[in-house]
């Protein structure tokens, strides 16, 4: 031991270092690639960014998602105390070991290995024992990693227990890192254990140093306990890269590229591949996706499809065929990674771009008004293709309209063409940019000052996809709401109970919550919530965007959801979709 403490090494630290030597190879690389594929306009926006506020904003992101795991915590409690306790009580044992190496050992900073095993290598002294409140810290946040990682344990057998149904099947790289990483910290525990007579100690090693010496010599068991620390260290951050594990590096430059506003343009590769590795395969999106009720579907919820993603299995396409794009996984992902939009990146690089096209779209029928001067109070409706299914939905609509004497034109009554939503789904974003030109122009000459949609879908790829200048877009709950507010309408209460469902598109999509409930709170007696409501609304089932869903799979995911909501016994379901 004399000889460790003079030169500061011993044999067990080699599994640690090589594996940490091919841990930064294997990160540089990554990163390397990662930069590459970047295009000239996204690698300035990173620049940028890093020289700005962004870079404060950055620092605070990755503090509080990947060390707090705030956004977890606000789900669940427990997962995210979890979560905290193991990232952010391990970091601060490797702080504390680098402020503990500067200040007692400092010709020994550099040393890759030192921090990690400093309770081994220093001996007690008096400069060592002034810094008891760092042995306390050293003591204190280990046990809070131990107590995370006990969680962690009881986790993967009793899931239900921790607010999770389903957790994720494990890889053989997950599972590899996943036992190597219930061990580390329980080893450090027993090693500093061992060690706390000669280099120190706090309330919990220094306690475990005294009982075990009633029973054994410490000593005796020190190095090979060391050497044990050191292996479960080496086959860890050997096994990261090949396992869920690898978001712990991966998250931080997500977190920089996604502030610079860099989107993934391709389901892999450049920015996708630093949203694919990022996911920490947490499964707290398969009790979310709408796909979960059906069994044999589950192993096409988000976290199997970025699996495939990331192993470039040709199944991946299969999986994004399925997805309904609620976007409920990407709401909770506590990563926030986009799913959706690698799945419909995905969809856009098998679409065929010659199976349909719509260049015939040449005349377009005159609706009248075509004055040169826009008029604001005119409104021209477009109904789209899911409500011209539901007529009775435009023509309730147009009463309401015409008993507040609003001037109306209806755009598509000879059934027009699609708003290009599920064709962009589908990936056929040159089909859908060609219906996008005639339904603009048809708007312009309209010279209506507002286009009022009763479907949330057009409503969504209106906002985010048309360009019509001054021309408000707004979805028929907010108009309504407009029309109560100006007293051209009078809603009378009907003595009923009700319960409203957020349409996906129309809530999540696009952040219309309150003007729809409004209006039911002045039509009804008591407006209940649903305990999956708003952000964590429930997909009804009926999205274009999935075209490998049966009819009876959609139906098992309607009634689902029609039981959750009908869980408070209202009089009525309302819905805005």
């Known amino acids: ?91 601060m044992l490797i702080l504390i070991g680098h402020i503990e190496v500067v200040l007692y050992t400092p010709h020994r900073n550099g040393l890759i290995y030192y921090p990690v095993f400093f309770r081994f290598f220093v001996m007690k002294t008096n400069d060592t024992l002034s810094g008891a409140l760092l042995f306390f810290l050293m003591d204190f946040f280990l046990l809070i990693v131990l107590s995370g990682v006990a969680l962690a344990i009881y986790k993967r057998f009793r899931s239900v227990k921790l607010g999770m149904k389903r957790t994720t099947r494990l890889s053989t ?22 060690t706390a007579e000669i280099s120190g100690g706090s309330f919990l090693t220094s306690s475990i140093n005294s009982l075990f ?13 060391w050497w044990a620390y050191s292996i479960s260290l080496s086959v860890f951050i050997f096994a990261l890269p090949f396992s869920r594990y690898m978001h712990i590096p991966t998250e931080v430059l997500l977190i920089f590229l996604r502030n610079a506003g860099i989107r993934a343009s391709s389901s892999i590769g450049g920015y996708a591949n630093s949203e694919i590795y990022s996911c920490s395969s947490c499964g707290i ?26 192993s470039k299995d040709a199944a991946a396409k299969e999986a994004s065929e399925y997805c309904l794009m609620c976007g409920k996984c990407v709401e909770i992902c506590p990563v926030e990674i986009d799913s959706c939009n690698l799945k419909r990146q995905k969809k856009r690089e098998e679409y065929n771009p010659d199976l349909l096209t719509y260049n015939y779209l040449r005349s377009k029928p005159d609706i009248s008004h ?7 109070d005119r409104v021209i409706y477009y109904a789209g293709c899911m409500t011209h299914l539901t007529p009775g939905i435009y023509k309730s609509l147009f009463r309401i309209l015409e008993r507040a004497g609003v001037d109306y034109t209806f755009m598509d009554s000879d059934g027009s063409v699609c708003c290009g939503r599920p064709l962009m789904l589908s990936g056929g974003d040159k089909s859908a940019k060609e219906l996008i030109e005639y339904n603009t122009e048809l708007i312009k000459n309209s010279n209506a000052g507002t286009l009022l949609l009763s479907c949330p879908i057009c409503y969504k790829f209106f906002k985010e996809n048309y360009t019509l200048g001054d021309i408000k877009i707004m979805h028929h709950s907010s108009f309504l709401y407009k029309l109560v507010s100006e007293e051209r309408l009078v809603i009378k209460n009907g003595g009923k109970s009700a319960v409203y469902h957020d349409p996906c598109e129309l809530g999540r999509g696009s952040g219309i919550y309150d003007e729809p409930r409004l209006i039911i709170s002045k039509a009804v007696s008591t407006l209940v919530e649903s305990t999956e409501n708003k952000g964590k609304s429930i997909c009804c089932g009926g999205s274009l965007a999935s075209r490998s869903l049966s009819l009876p799979e959609r139906a098992q995911i309607s ?5 959750m909501l009908k869980s408070s016994n209202p009089d009525l379901v309302i819905t805005s979709c």
């Open 559 to 563: 009634m689902h959801s029609l039981s």
């Open 370 to 376: 075509n004055s040169p001067d826009r008029d604001r």
């Open 213 to 225: 010496g009633v029973f054994i010599n410490n000593q005796d068991f020190m190095l090979p306990v």
């Open 173 to 194: 790289g997950d599972k590899l890192a996943l036992w190597s990483l219930w061990l580390i910290f329980p080893l450090r525990l027993l090693a500093e254990s061992f």
């Open 1 to 91: 031991m004399r000889e460790r403490v003079i030169f500061g090494y011993d044999h067990f630290v080699i599994p640690f270092v090589l594996a940490v030597i091919f841990l930064i190879f294997y990160l540089s690389v990554g990163l390397f690639k990662i930069i590459l594929k970047l295009n000239p306009g996204e690698k300035r926006a990173l620049v940028k960014s890093l020289f700005s506020v962004q870079l404060f904003k950055s620092i605070r992101d990755i503090f509080l998602d990947v060390l707090i795991h705030i956004k977890i915590f606000r789900r669940n409690a427990l997962l995210g105390y979890m979560h905290f306790s193991i990232a952010f009580g391990w970091f």
């Open 285 to 310: 999106c398969i009790d979310a996706c709408p796909m979960s009720v059906i069994d044999n579907r589950v192993k096409f919820t988000t976290v199997y499809l970025i699996r495939k993603l990331r």
